[in-house]
């Protein structure tokens, strides 16, 4: 009996929680006072053996001025997450490289991308549209590589550190595209739409739950928390990051309400572009009490034992 319940650890990673991570919001729209507020995300998990970056901001400083504003020791994230191509994920990836390689040559590293992230995107008019602050996919490519970044390209959910696992590509089940406009990649038959296929969120498998972490949420919160719970069927304990719902009408908001009463959502940090009045809605409608709502300010935290911790913004 002993020996089978060992193999199955050993097979279904998921079954075994690591130890805590600390969750430390670095850059979105509001700051607290010393801190930089941008368009953006970006957020550190810190546990006991490793970090993971998840998204890099939007300005190619803001997420380092945060980080030295906080004191997070970032040189010991070796791992990184962009969620997805846009340059208010993608902005800070070069400046942080190169200034915490200089504690440690493996600081941010190793980065995570889903399948299509290198997809090049160009404007009706044809003009390139690259990550980051690059004209081209290839350009951020080159430039990153050459300061000794690794991409790992993901294709299907996948752990990358203990108890942190990647969506990959979600498929759009029930949304069908949340996001912008004016974008083109190349199709079979020439340039269709960008819909932002290689939008990735990251799950922290808790011990009451999920946290999933969006940056923007292009694929939907519903199919990306569908995701999380084909992996391991928990509860959708918390939600952080953005969810695009900023412009979302209320059936919109009702429906995703809905949705995350049935799977258990009782922690919710909405930042970015989430929306405060969609958030409020969305809050309202679970009956959510105000010590398990943030908006989500540079400096907000989750801690290990999952409290939130407002930024003094808030």
């Known amino acids: 009996m002993l020996r089978l319940c060992v193999a199955i650890c050993f097979l279904l990673p998921s079954l075994v929680l690591a130890n805590p991570y600390k969750v430390t919001v670095l850059a979105t729209n509001i700051s607290d006072y010393g801190g930089l507020g941008e368009w953006s995300f970006s957020a550190v998990f810190e546990g006991d053996d490793e970090s993971v970056l998840f998204d890099t901001g939007f300005k190619s400083d803001t997420v380092l001025h945060n980080v030295l504003h906080l004191k997070v020791d970032l040189a010991r994230a070796e791992k990184v997450v962009l969620s997805h191509f846009h340059s208010d994920h993608t902005g800070g990836l070069i400046i942080l490289r190169d200034h915490f390689r200089k ?3 493996n600081a941010l590293s190793k980065v995570y991308v889903a399948r299509g992230f290198f997809d090049q995107r160009t404007t009706a008019e044809g003009r390139l549209v690259g990550p980051g602050e690059f004209a081209s996919a290839a350009a951020f490519r080159e430039a990153a590589e050459a300061r000794g970044i690794a991409f790992i390209e ?29 974008l083109f990649v190349e199709g079979a038959a020439g340039p269709v739409a960008d819909t932002i ?57 009702d429906k995703t309400a809905a949705w995350l009463g049935n799977a258990g959502l009782e922690l919710m940090m909405g930042g970015h572009c989430t929306g405060i009045a969609a958030a409020e809605s969305i809050a309202s409608k679970l009956g959510l009490p105000r010590s398990q709502i943030s908006h989500a300010a540079v400096g907000s935290v989750i801690t290990p034992d999952l409290t939130l911790i407002r930024s003094s913004i808030e």
Not at 154 to 182: D, F, H, M, Q
Not at 205 to 225: A, D, E, R, V, Y
Request: with cysteine.
């Open 103 to 105: 504690e440690n040559p």
């Open 197 to 253: 296929t290689d939008d990735q969120s990251l799950g922290y498998l808790t011990p009451k739950g999920w946290l999933m972490t969006s940056g923007c949420g292009h694929s939907g919160l519903i199919n990306t928390g569908t995701v999380l719970q084909s992996i391991k069927e928990e509860p959708v304990y918390s939600i952080v990051g953005g969810f695009h719902l900023w412009r979302a009408d209320q059936s919109v908001l």
């Open 154 to 182: 993901i294709e299907s959910p996948t752990e990358i550190a203990p108890a942190l696992w990647l969506t990959g590509p979600v498929p759009r089940l029930v949304e069908k595209y949340n996001g912008p406009k004016g």
